[in-house]
Protein backbone atom coordinates (compact mmCIF):
# COMPACT_ATOMS: atom_id res chain seq x y z
CA UNK A 1 0.00 0.00 0.00
CA UNK A 2 1.35 3.47 -1.18
CA UNK A 3 0.24 5.74 1.51
CA UNK A 4 -1.50 8.79 0.13
CA UNK A 5 0.49 12.32 -0.89
CA UNK A 6 -0.68 14.23 1.97
CA UNK A 7 -0.05 11.35 4.32
CA UNK A 8 2.13 13.02 8.14
CA UNK A 9 5.85 12.79 7.84
CA UNK A 10 7.86 10.60 10.15
CA UNK A 11 11.18 10.93 11.19
CA UNK A 12 13.77 10.04 13.94
CA UNK A 13 17.00 11.43 14.44
CA UNK A 14 19.86 9.91 17.17
CA UNK A 15 23.67 11.29 18.17
CA UNK A 16 26.48 9.40 16.06
CA UNK A 17 29.85 9.42 18.23
CA UNK A 18 32.74 7.44 16.52
CA UNK A 19 30.20 4.88 14.84
CA UNK A 20 28.13 4.44 18.39
CA UNK A 21 24.76 5.33 19.16
CA UNK A 22 23.06 4.52 22.41
CA UNK A 23 19.44 3.23 21.72
CA UNK A 24 19.75 2.73 18.24
CA UNK A 25 17.24 -0.12 18.33
CA UNK A 26 15.21 1.92 20.19
CA UNK A 27 14.91 4.93 17.74
CA UNK A 28 14.28 2.82 15.00
CA UNK A 29 11.51 0.86 16.43
CA UNK A 30 9.51 4.18 17.67
CA UNK A 31 10.19 4.89 14.30
CA UNK A 32 9.55 1.78 12.43
CA UNK A 33 5.80 1.71 15.03
CA UNK A 34 4.39 5.31 13.88
CA UNK A 35 4.82 4.45 10.26
CA UNK A 36 2.57 1.47 10.84
CA UNK A 37 0.43 3.35 12.87
CA UNK A 38 0.22 6.25 10.53
CA UNK A 39 1.07 5.29 7.35
CA UNK A 40 -0.28 1.30 7.52
CA UNK A 41 3.13 0.13 6.22
CA UNK A 42 6.36 -0.54 8.53
CA UNK A 43 10.00 0.27 6.57
CA UNK A 44 11.64 -2.19 5.13
CA UNK A 45 14.49 -4.26 7.02
CA UNK A 46 16.88 -3.54 4.55
CA UNK A 47 16.49 -0.25 5.22
CA UNK A 48 17.18 -0.30 9.09
CA UNK A 49 19.86 -2.59 8.34
CA UNK A 50 21.77 0.16 5.97
CA UNK A 51 21.22 2.92 8.66
CA UNK A 52 22.71 0.79 11.20
CA UNK A 53 25.09 -0.02 8.39
CA UNK A 54 25.96 3.98 8.25
CA UNK A 55 26.09 4.89 11.52
CA UNK A 56 28.82 1.99 12.44
CA UNK A 57 30.90 3.07 9.50
CA UNK A 58 30.69 7.19 10.66
CA UNK A 59 33.52 8.53 11.88
CA UNK A 60 33.43 11.87 14.18
CA UNK A 61 29.94 13.45 14.91
CA UNK A 62 26.68 13.25 13.29
CA UNK A 63 23.08 13.45 13.77
CA UNK A 64 21.33 11.22 11.30
CA UNK A 65 17.57 11.37 10.30
CA UNK A 66 15.24 8.64 8.69
CA UNK A 67 12.21 10.20 7.41
CA UNK A 68 8.96 8.41 5.71
CA UNK A 69 7.47 10.52 3.39
CA UNK A 70 5.00 10.05 0.39
CA UNK A 71 5.66 5.88 0.95
CA UNK A 72 9.52 6.57 0.67
CA UNK A 73 12.15 5.78 3.27
CA UNK A 74 15.05 8.47 3.47
CA UNK A 75 17.95 8.84 5.41
CA UNK A 76 20.07 11.98 5.83
CA UNK A 77 23.45 11.56 7.25
CA UNK A 78 23.92 15.03 8.99
CA UNK A 79 26.98 16.96 10.70
CA UNK A 80 25.82 17.09 14.52
CA UNK A 81 25.21 20.34 15.70
CA UNK A 82 26.76 22.47 18.72
CA UNK A 83 25.61 20.54 22.16
CA UNK A 84 24.85 22.48 25.32
CA UNK A 85 25.37 21.68 28.82
CA UNK A 86 22.52 23.12 30.39
CA UNK A 87 18.86 24.06 29.26
CA UNK A 88 16.79 27.51 29.86
CA UNK A 89 12.74 27.26 28.86
CA UNK A 90 10.69 29.30 27.96
CA UNK A 91 6.96 29.03 28.77
CA UNK A 92 3.97 30.59 26.28
CA UNK A 93 0.74 31.20 26.57
CA UNK A 94 -0.78 28.90 24.31
CA UNK A 95 -1.88 25.27 25.30
CA UNK A 96 -0.28 21.98 23.31
CA UNK A 97 -2.07 21.92 20.18
CA UNK A 98 -0.14 19.09 18.48
CA UNK A 99 -2.48 16.53 16.21
CA UNK A 100 0.22 13.52 17.33
CA UNK A 101 1.88 13.82 20.07
CA UNK A 102 2.98 10.62 20.36
CA UNK A 103 4.53 10.89 17.15
CA UNK A 104 7.79 12.21 15.92
CA UNK A 105 7.81 13.99 12.86
CA UNK A 106 4.00 15.40 12.12
CA UNK A 107 3.94 18.30 13.88
CA UNK A 108 6.96 18.34 13.88
CA UNK A 109 7.00 21.83 11.76
CA UNK A 110 5.30 23.78 14.02
CA UNK A 111 7.54 22.69 17.00
CA UNK A 112 10.48 23.99 15.14
CA UNK A 113 8.41 27.32 14.95
CA UNK A 114 7.60 27.30 18.54
CA UNK A 115 11.49 26.73 19.44
CA UNK A 116 12.49 29.63 17.29
CA UNK A 117 9.98 31.97 19.12
CA UNK A 118 11.83 30.53 22.28
CA UNK A 119 14.74 31.41 21.04
CA UNK A 120 13.64 35.14 20.06
CA UNK A 121 13.69 35.18 23.97
CA UNK A 122 16.38 34.19 25.24
CA UNK A 123 15.71 30.41 25.99
CA UNK A 124 16.41 27.28 24.14
CA UNK A 125 12.80 25.80 23.69
CA UNK A 126 9.58 26.05 24.62
CA UNK A 127 7.32 24.20 27.13
CA UNK A 128 4.47 22.51 25.78
CA UNK A 129 1.53 22.34 28.61
CA UNK A 130 -2.29 21.66 28.83
CA UNK A 131 -4.78 22.94 31.31
CA UNK A 132 -1.94 24.19 33.51
CA UNK A 133 0.38 20.87 33.45
CA UNK A 134 3.87 20.49 32.22
CA UNK A 135 3.76 17.63 29.47
CA UNK A 136 7.03 18.39 27.89
CA UNK A 137 9.26 20.63 25.66
CA UNK A 138 8.94 21.08 21.76
CA UNK A 139 11.75 19.16 20.66
CA UNK A 140 12.94 17.54 24.36
CA UNK A 141 11.68 15.18 27.16
CA UNK A 142 10.99 17.16 30.48
CA UNK A 143 11.80 15.22 33.57
CA UNK A 144 11.01 16.50 37.49
CA UNK A 145 12.50 15.35 40.52
CA UNK A 146 10.76 15.77 44.02
CA UNK A 147 13.21 14.64 46.90
CA UNK A 148 14.63 11.38 45.08
CA UNK A 149 11.26 10.30 43.23
CA UNK A 150 11.97 11.09 40.01
CA UNK A 151 8.87 12.33 38.22
CA UNK A 152 7.11 11.77 34.45
CA UNK A 153 4.78 13.78 33.17
CA UNK A 154 1.74 12.39 31.81
CA UNK A 155 0.80 11.96 28.21
CA UNK A 156 -0.43 11.87 25.59
CA UNK A 157 3.18 12.98 24.51
CA UNK A 158 6.03 11.35 22.92
CA UNK A 159 8.05 8.25 24.07
CA UNK A 160 10.93 9.18 24.62
CA UNK A 161 13.98 7.14 24.00
CA UNK A 162 16.61 9.37 26.18
CA UNK A 163 14.00 9.37 28.92
CA UNK A 164 13.62 5.44 28.67
CA UNK A 165 17.48 5.20 29.01
CA UNK A 166 18.19 7.76 31.31
CA UNK A 167 15.17 6.72 33.71
CA UNK A 168 16.43 2.94 33.76
CA UNK A 169 20.04 4.34 35.74
CA UNK A 170 17.94 6.25 38.39
CA UNK A 171 18.38 5.28 41.73
CA UNK A 172 15.82 6.27 43.18
CA UNK A 173 11.99 5.41 42.74
CA UNK A 174 9.97 6.65 39.17
CA UNK A 175 6.73 7.85 39.58
CA UNK A 176 4.29 9.39 36.78
CA UNK A 177 2.99 12.23 37.94
CA UNK A 178 1.59 15.76 36.92
CA UNK A 179 3.46 19.15 37.34
CA UNK A 180 1.86 22.38 37.41
CA UNK A 181 3.75 25.47 35.69
CA UNK A 182 3.45 26.87 38.91
CA UNK A 183 5.60 24.41 40.82
CA UNK A 184 7.99 23.73 37.96
CA UNK A 185 10.26 26.05 38.33
CA UNK A 186 10.99 24.80 42.59
CA UNK A 187 11.59 21.02 41.25
CA UNK A 188 15.32 19.94 39.77
CA UNK A 189 14.16 19.59 36.51
CA UNK A 190 15.92 18.05 33.07
CA UNK A 191 15.80 18.25 29.17
CA UNK A 192 16.36 15.25 27.77
CA UNK A 193 17.11 14.89 24.00
CA UNK A 194 18.82 12.34 22.36
CA UNK A 195 21.30 15.34 20.62
CA UNK A 196 21.80 16.81 24.04
CA UNK A 197 21.15 14.31 26.48
CA UNK A 198 20.13 15.12 29.82
CA UNK A 199 20.85 18.93 30.47
CA UNK A 200 19.43 20.71 34.17
CA UNK A 201 17.11 23.69 33.16
CA UNK A 202 18.55 26.35 34.88
CA UNK A 203 15.68 29.15 33.78
CA UNK A 204 12.00 29.38 33.23
CA UNK A 205 11.13 32.22 30.92
CA UNK A 206 7.09 33.55 31.21
CA UNK A 207 7.13 37.11 29.64
CA UNK A 208 5.95 37.24 26.10
CA UNK A 209 2.96 35.92 24.35
Known amino acids: MTPPADSPVILD ?3 VRAGRVEGLDLHLERFARSCAELLGRRP ?6 ETAAAC ?3 EGEWFPCIRARRGRWEREMRPAPP ?3 STVLWVGLDPDARR ?20 ARGADDAVLHRNGKIVEAATATLLF ?8 PPGPRLPGVTERLWVRRWPGPVRTEAVSLAEAPALRCWALSSLH ?9 TSGP
Open 13 to 15: SWL
Open 44 to 49: PRGFFE
Open 56 to 58: AGA
Open 83 to 85: RRA
Open 100 to 119: YPAHKGPDMPALLALRERAR
Open 145 to 152: ARGDTLLR
Open 197 to 205: GATPVTRWI
